[in-house]
């Protein structure tokens, strides 16, 4: 998870030009959060 703080840090110091990846950042928040509750990853 620390590799992937790094990388999410790395991307939103990109700024508005990388605006596609606020996608992945979010798909990122909800992996987490599945994983924090116990639900199956990948919806």
Do not use: F, V, Y
Not at 20 to 34: D, H, Y
Request: aromatic share 0%.
């Amino acid at each position: 998870m620390l590799a992937q703080t790094s990388i999410n840090k790395g991307l939103d110091s990109l700024g508005p030009a990388n605006i596609p990846q606020i996608g992945l950042g979010k798909l990122s928040n909800n992996a987490k959060s599945q994983a924090r509750s116990g639900a199956p990853g990948g919806t």
